[in-house]
Nanobody
Framework: QVQLVESGGGLVQPGGSLRLSCAAS????????MAWYRQAPGKERELVAS???????RYVDSVKGRFTISRDNAKNTVYLQMNSLKPEDTAVYYC???????????????WGQGTQVTVSS
């Protein structure tokens, strides 16, 4: 089992910045991908950014150049630095961790409880 605890959400004005953190604890395998998703009211949950243990990253087009995902493997923590925030970034942001004990083995997926990000003047 893996527990994910997010922090760092809040209210920010357009153009502002926030940094989200997600700390993982429990049985963590060395092969994993950590990611941030978000869900706005009335919309489906979408993948915002992901990062592998090898620091390979992916971003949804709408946040490229504004958001940066990073991780500290020693602390089992993933971060999402969000700059130049826009009202359309308003959503609940969820941390996700997918891991497997070995290549080709079963994959396990875990979710955090979510943290609200509101971008408004």
């Amino acid at each position: 089992q893996v527990q994910l605890v997010e922090s760092g959400g809040g209210l920010v004005q357009p153009g502002g910045s926030l940094r989200l953190s997600c700390a993982a604890s429990g049985t963590i395998f060395s092969i994993n991908v950590m990611a941030w998703y978000r869900q706005a009211p009335g919309k489906e949950r979408e993948l915002v950014a992901s990062i592998t243990t090898g620091d390979s990253t992916r971003y949804v087009d709408s946040v490229k150049g504004r958001f940066t995902i990073s991780r500290d493997n020693a602390k089992n923590t993933v971060y999402l630095q969000m700059n130049s925030l826009k009202p359309e970034d308003t959503a609940v942001y969820y941390c996700n961790e997918n891991q497997t004990p070995r290549i080709g083995g079963p994959t396990y997926s875990y979710w955090g409880q979510g943290t609200q990000v509101t971008v408004s003047s």
